[in-house]
């Protein structure tokens, strides 16, 4: 089964909103990382956040991470249109250095 | 100018008939993987390899085979395929000294009839 699940699997909102996706995760891990998909493209590695680590910033996303919950959220500020797309997590556990992919978010910005 | 291909990216073949995807990289990455991807769904691993003597298997990898034929190039075999393969499928890479972040091929669309 996925080791990642992602909350919502749909969202719509208008340019200018925020977006936040969730993720949670069943085992200990050692990284979480979100990934974006145009539709039918390949997946374009957007952040990692480190196990030790509470939040971390790029640009217009953040990320945070809580251990104790299992869980990851994924905040993209003043969407753009050219923001629609998929968006995946991905753990790596804490035993091994393979990723596992959540089922993904679809994001739709409406301009 | 990308770093990694993947050919073909379209493909329609018949049931029974065994198929070759190949992947190729220039990030000089040692690392790399298979993935499938089904409507609405998320990546799952059928095989990566950590070098080019290294392969394992994945979460899915019954009715999978690949070759690691050289460090930058990866392919993946479908012995006998069949219509529940059809997938969307990725190659992808990671380096051994920061491992935990992959690139992406664009994928190749496979449908079995």
């Known amino acids: 089964s996925q080791q990642g699940e992602e909350d919502p699997q749909a969202l719509s909102i208008q340019e200018g909103e925020n977006a936040t996706m969730n993720c949670s995760y069943k085992?200990?891990?050692?990284?979480l990382q979100w990934y974006r998909q145009n539709s039918g493209r390949g997946l374009v590695h957007l952040i990692l956040?480190?196990?030790?680590?509470r939040e971390k910033h790029s640009g217009r996303l953040r990320v945070t991470l809580d251990t104790s919950k299992k869980s990851s959220s994924l905040l993209i500020t003043a969407s753009r249109a050219a923001d629609t797309a998929s968006y995946f997590c991905?753990?790596?556990?804490?035993?091994?250095?393979?990723?596992?992919f959540g089922e993904g978010t679809q994001l739709t910005v409406n301009p | 100018d990308a770093d990694v291909t993947q050919t073909p990216r379209n493909r329609i073949t018949k049931t029974g008939k065994r198929i070759m995807l190949e992947c190729s990289q220039t990030?000089?990455?040692?690392?790399m993987y298979w993935y499938r991807q089904d409507p609405g769904l998320g990546l799952r691993l059928i095989y990566y390899s950590f070098d080019v003597k290294d392969i394992n298997k994945g979460e899915i990898s019954d009715g999978y085979s690949v070759s690691r034929q050289a460090q930058a190039k990866f392919s993946l075999s479908l012995e006998s395929a069949i219509p529940n393969q059809t997938a969307l499928y990725f190659c992808?890479?990671?380096?051994?000294?920061?491992?935990?972040?992959?690139?992406f091929g664009p994928g190749t669309r496979l449908t079995v009839t």
């Open positions: 990030k000089g990455h040692d690392r």
């Open positions: 956040i480190r196990s030790n680590e």
């Open positions: 991905a753990t790596t556990e804490t035993s091994g250095s393979r990723l596992t």
């Open positions: 992808a890479t990671s380096s051994r000294t920061s491992s935990y972040e992959q690139y």
């Open positions: 085992t200990s891990i050692n990284n």
